[in-house]
């Protein structure tokens, strides 16, 4: 069933907006890069690749992934997230996070949930940023944090990942919010 929006420009809509290939794929690699990133944050902090997170200081060797940015906080929430440096139940909550993101995009499945937690982290990090140097509200994370709720808006997981086959279990018929 297809339908008319009225307005400036009239907009055929249909029950499932099919996007064009080129913008299928596109959001896909997106996705990919976006999974990437938060795989691979997981993989450094948990063993110390060397990179950002020195091997001495890997959650398998004791070190906490949240003490050093955390710790070293300043701005308006510096107490509030130098608070929760160090935390285990902090420490667990974000590793957890980055590994279930990253997961989530890089088979495309249960992105809504994904997106939203990653966004919420994502705001958490800019608010650990302010005061940000080189613009007074914008930087990176609030960019992303868009991008995911617009990657899991527009089904980015169908195109080169399972969103398809996720979508169409019972369980994810039953509550969509899985998807």
């Not at 907006?17 to 997106?30: G, H, I, K, N, Q």
């Not at 993101?101 to 249960?110: H, P, S």
């Not at 940000?132 to 089904?155: K, R, S």
């Amino acid at each position: 069933m297809t339908t008319t929006v009225r307005g400036p420009q009239s907009v055929p809509t249909t029950p499932e907006r099919r996007l064009s290939p080129a913008a299928a794929y596109t959001f896909a690699v997106l996705r990919l890069l976006i999974a990437f990133q938060f795989l691979w944050a997981f993989a450094d902090k948990t063993f110390g690749l060397g990179l950002s997170t020195p091997a001495e200081n890997a959650w398998l060797t004791g070190g906490s992934p949240t003490e050093g940015f955390l710790s070293n906080v300043e701005g308006p929430f510096a107490g509030f997230f130098g608070a929760l440096a160090g935390v285990a139940v902090i420490d667990w909550l974000f590793m957890l996070g980055l590994l279930g993101i990253g997961l989530a995009f890089a088979l495309g499945i249960g992105m809504r949930i994904a997106a939203v937690s990653g966004a919420l982290l994502l705001v958490m990090m800019w608010m650990a940023a302010l005061p940000i140097e080189v613009n007074p509200f914008l930087d990176d994370h609030l960019i992303e944090a868009v991008l995911l709720i617009g990657l899991a808006a527009v089904a980015a997981g169908d195109t080169l990942g399972l969103g398809r086959r996720w979508a169409a279990t019972d369980l994810v018929q039953r509550y969509p919010i899985l998807r």
